[in-house]
């Protein structure tokens, strides 16, 4: 058997598990809203066509108490979204800080790295080159996006010294 053969044998059976769960998990629900275990508006019916498996769900569950988040989590240091590109003139850092005001935000660079803190997100991001211009570096902050601009040291092209040596 090839391995693409066994990838799909795989594949087709985590998902004949999957639904088999799902819908095991669906009749439960169906039993526990019938039963008036669980609150709140519902309409939920299985489809019953040919070929076709499945449910219709509508309406708003209540599943017990509403999700509520630890004041820690809440308060831990994240690190954000940061997407790094090269190209032949820049480096360029997009990174996300969502709910951050502009004033808020530290940013370092050096040669070889950036560093941002900005309320619970810091990031210490290392340079795909050390050939940056980092006293060059520019930054804008737009919908919760921090863009860094930090140009390439421009390489001069050293023109070639050239002697003619007469052979002995």
């Not at 059976?13 to 999957?18: A, E, N, P, Q, T």
């Not at 489809?47 to 630890?70: C, D, S, T, W």
Request: a positive charge; zero cysteines; proline letters at 5%.
């Amino acid at each position: 058997m090839s391995y693409i053969d066994e990838f799909f044998r795989d594949t087709d059976s985590y998902f004949r598990k999957l639904a088999e769960r799902m819908f095991r998990e669906m009749s439960e629900i169906e039993t526990a809203i019938r039963s008036g275990k669980l609150k709140g508006e519902w309409d939920i019916k299985p489809i019953k066509e040919p070929g076709v498996k499945g449910y219709v769900a509508k309406g708003r569950f209540q599943l017990g108490e509403p999700l509520k988040f630890p004041k820690q989590a809440i308060d831990e240091v994240r690190e954000p979204l940061t997407d790094v590109f090269e190209d032949k003139d820049h480096v360029k850092l997009y990174i996300e800080l969502p709910g951050v005001e502009k004033g808020d935000i530290q940013l370092n660079i050096t040669e070889s790295q950036v560093e941002v803190k900005a309320k619970n997100f810091y990031n210490n991001v290392k340079l795909p080159t050390r050939d940056v211009e980092f006293d060059k570096a520019s930054a804008n902050y737009k919908n919760g996006v921090l863009q860094v601009i930090i140009p390439k040291i421009k390489k001069v092209a050293k023109e070639e010294k050239k002697k003619t040596i007469k052979i002995d």
